[in-house]
Structures are given as structure tokens and as C-alpha cells.
């Protein structure tokens, strides 16, 4: 049984941040891009969604990509981050924890188990 | 790589190039979804949904996508014009009528277009290949792009010229069916009957076969018949036609040779293409001089009249038995 995916309109905001912060620890595929996102808890990332989404960051020059021979036969596209790339994830992620810090804060004192 | 998941990158690099997206860049979103289904071996469908709501997400930016198109149908629709006028044209001059009955040239037009580039697409949909298969670098991909692009060039100039070929024999055959036609034809089966005159060194002659006109054309009638060798004025000449939907059933009819005849219905009768018609006539062979025996080949000359193009003649041999 698959770990149930989390709300779209949720990864829409984050999605290109995760996927940049998998990038930008190292020259990747988009395959393996999936399986990293659901390692770190964000299961279910469609390819019909992946990969619009690292077309998108290539077209804003964030990342880069290059063919590289596969090991029998065809090639495949490897994403790497830009220096742009780079910059904008440092950036914005500083930006997005600040963000998740207060949501969290806000959301804790209203849970179940929090309230003080 | 699967049937399926070849179908479905072919299917998606057709919508990729309907959005507009240039070599480059399918290629390169091909190639994304090749190695993603080799690597997870999911469904294509499940992996990213429907070929064409897929392309959608890619379909931003294709700036003279529009302009190209729109400037091939404007061919296109120039191109189907052109046939149509001329189609049109050759028609009414074969058979008077307007072709599609008289529908209006703009919907005939555009229906033929509609119908051309959905046919188009279909073709292109059902039978397209994926262009990445076996690339395997995009300098690869670039270049098995170019080449298809160029056998796809080769093979569009092939069609076109076959149809310029086809339309223009086409064309001329029906140019010449419309200078030649409409020609009176005789059935091979031709019966003919002589016989002495009482009282006179005539031949008495009858003949009952079947004519047709082997193609629609103007206005039609026939004008007179006669014997080649001269006939006997004073002889009683009297003829029938009657007019029937098949060959078959005219010949049934002509190969019954009990008849009678009173009147000469033959000049002015006006035929029509499509039709046969048992023809009866009878007439005399004047021998004029006493001892001269009738000719043993003697032919029925038709005369024709075709409108605007003039009197025609259909000759039809008789085996006249010389028993006087």
C-alpha cells in the first residue's frame, strides 16, 4: 500500500523548491529525482508532473541539463543545478522555512496535544 | 521498450509538434518520458496521463505555430478550390449539371478541407513513430530529427507529385471523354432479316438491335437512318426505339423478333446516357436495274445530332442474304 500523496495544491507551492534542494546536492535524473522526493516523505510525484516542472526550472535557467550515454543503448537527461539555480534555492528556501516556521507555530497551537 | 509506451511517446510527439514545439525540444521531452517509463515501469497513462493533456503542460511558447498553420490551410483551401472549379467546370460541360448538387463552392470547400486534415492528423496519429528510440545523445536526436524531417519532405514531395500526375491524367481523360463523347454505340448482337418486295426488285431489310450512348454530354437526339447503299424512297421505312434501364433487359427484349411496325419514331428521338434501346427498323434496298443483286455488305447509318458539337454518324453492319 503506497503512502498516501499529499494535497496538489500543498506540492504546487513547494514541489520546485524540493526538487531544486535534490538537484542541488547533485547531478540527477528525473527518475531518480521521484524516488528521492518519496524517500524524503513526498511520495506519488508523477512524471506527468516531474517533469514539466524541471522543464519550467530549465526555461528559467535554474537548472541545466545534459545527455549523458546510458550504459546500453539510449541516453538519458541529466539535471544539474545553475549558479542562478543556486542562488534562487538559497534564497527562497531561507524564505520558505521562515514561512513553515510561523504556519507551524500557528497550526501547533490549535492541534490536538499542544493546546496548552 | 513496449508497444505501448511506443505508441504512446508517438502519440505524445504528435501533440508535441501540434502545440508547435520545435525538433529540440521534443526530442528532449521524449527522451525525459523514455528513460522514466524504463527505469519505474509504470503504464505511460499512469505515469502521465493522456498523450495530448500531457503535451498541453509543455505547450506555452510556440510563437509562429499559428501563422504556419493558418498559412497551410490557406494552401490548402487554395489548393481544393482550384480542384473544385475544375471539377465543377468539366462537369457541367459533360452533363449540364453542377456538381454536389449545386451546393454552395464555400462548403464544399471547406468541408473538403476539414475532411483532408482530420484525415491528415489521423494518418499522422496512427501511424506516427517515436523519434528518440534509439537516440543516444541529443546530437544523436538532432540528427535523426533532421532526418526524418527530411524523409518526411521526400515522401510529402512524392504524394504531391503523384497527385499532380493522377489529377492532371485524370483531367485529360476527361477532357477527351468530353470532345469524343457522347458517341453512339451498337451491341454486337445485331439482328438483321431480308427478303424480296412483291412486285419490285427491292430487298426488303429488317433490323432490330440494341444502341447506347457511351457517355453523358450535352443534349443528344438522332436525325435519320439509313441504308449505306441507298435505300428505296418509295419503300415503307418505319422504325421504333424503346428506351430501358439495363442492357441485359434490352437485349432480352431485342432478341425477340416478332414486331410491328407503323410509324418512323426515330428522327428527333432524344437519348439519354444510362439508357439502351432496342432499335426496329425496316426499310428497302433500291436495286434500282432489274438484274443488279443487293449488296452482300450493306451497313444502317445512323445519324446523330450532339449538341454544339454537330452530326455524328453510328454505323451498323448488316449481313444482307442475297436471295432475290
Not at chain 2, 449540364?96 to 483532408?116: E, H
Request: charged share 15%; aromatic share 10%.
Amino acid at each position: 500500500m503506497p503512502k498516501e500523496s499529499w494535497p496538489t495544491e500543498w506540492l504546487k507551492g513547494i514541489l520546485p523548491l524540493c526538487v531544486l534542494s535534490i538537484v542541488v546536492e547533485g547531478e540527477t535524473y528525473g527518475y531518480a529525482i521521484a524516488q528521492a522526493l518519496e524517500r524524503e516523505g513526498i511520495p506519488n510525484v508523477k512524471g506527468g508532473t516531474l517533469y514539466p516542472l524541471l522543464n519550467r526550472l530549465e526555461q528559467e535557467r535554474l537548472v541545466e541539463t545534459r545527455w549523458a550515454a546510458g550504459p546500453s543503448g539510449p541516453g538519458r537527461k541529466l539535471y544539474a543545478p545553475t549558479k542562478q539555480g543556486r542562488l534562487w534555492f538559497e534564497e527562497n528556501a531561507e524564505r520558505w522555512l521562515e514561512f513553515a516556521h510561523s504556519t507551524t507555530a500557528l497550526l501547533r497551537r490549535n492541534t490536538k496535544g499542544n493546546k496548552t | 521498450m513496449t508497444d505501448l509506451n511506443e505508441r504512446y511517446m508517438a502519440r505524445l510527439a504528435f501533440w508535441l509538434r501540434a502545440g508547435g514545439a520545435d525538433g529540440a525540444r521534443t526530442i528532449s521531452i521524449l527522451s525525459d518520458v523514455r528513460t522514466h517509463l524504463g527505469d519505474s515501469g509504470e503504464s505511460p497513462y499512469e505515469a502521465f496521463g493522456p498523450p495530448r493533456l500531457y503535451a498541453k503542460e509543455f505547450s506555452a511558447g510556440s510563437p509562429w505555430s499559428w501563422s504556419r498553420r493558418a498559412a497551410g490551410v490557406v494552401a490548402l483551401a487554395a489548393l481544393v478550390t482550384a480542384c473544385f472549379s475544375a471539377a465543377d467546370d468539366v462537369a457541367y460541360l459533360r452533363t449540364q449539371r453542377p456538381l454536389w448538387w449545386g451546393a454552395p463552392q464555400w462548403a464544399v470547400v471547406a468541408t473538403t478541407v476539414v475532411l483532408l486534415l482530420l484525415g491528415w492528423r489521423a494518418l499522422m496519429y496512427f501511424t506516427g513513430r517515436p523519434i528518440t528510440s534509439l537516440a543516444v545523445d541529443s546530437v544523436d536526436a538532432q540528427r535523426e530529427w533532421k532526418l526524418r524531417g527530411a524523409r518526411r519532405r521526400n515522401v510529402s514531395l512524392g504524394l504531391f507529385v503523384l497527385v499532380v500526375v493522377a489529377s492532371g491524367a485524370w483531367g485529360a481523360q476527361l477532357g477527351h471523354a468530353y470532345v469524343e463523347s457522347p458517341k453512339l454505340r451498337v451491341t454486337p448482337y445485331v439482328y438483321s432479316l431480308t427478303g424480296v418486295v412483291a412486285n419490285s426488285s427491292d430487298t426488303a431489310v429488317s433490323v432490330r438491335t440494341v444502341i447506347y450512348l457511351n457517355a453523358g454530354g450535352p443534349w443528344t437526339s438522332l436525325n435519320e437512318a439509313a441504308l449505306s447503299s441507298g435505300q428505296d424512297p418509295s419503300a415503307l421505312q418505319a422504325s421504333s426505339l424503346q428506351g430501358f434501364g439495363s442492357l441485359a433487359e434490352a437485349l432480352r427484349v431485342a432478341h425477340n423478333h416478332t414486331w410491328s411496325l407503323s410509324q418512323d419514331e426515330l428522327s428527333g428521338f432524344t437519348l439519354h446516357y444510362g439508357s439502351y434501346y432496342v432499335l426496329t427498323w425496316s426499310g428497302a434496298i433500291y436495286s434500282g436495274l432489274v438484274n443488279q443483286p443487293p449488296p452482300s455488305q450493306e451497313n444502317l447509318v445512323l445519324t446523330y445530332d450532339v449538341a454544339g458539337v454537330g452530326l455524328k454518324t453510328l454505323r451498323i453492319p448488316l449481313s444482307v442474304n442475297s436471295n432475290g
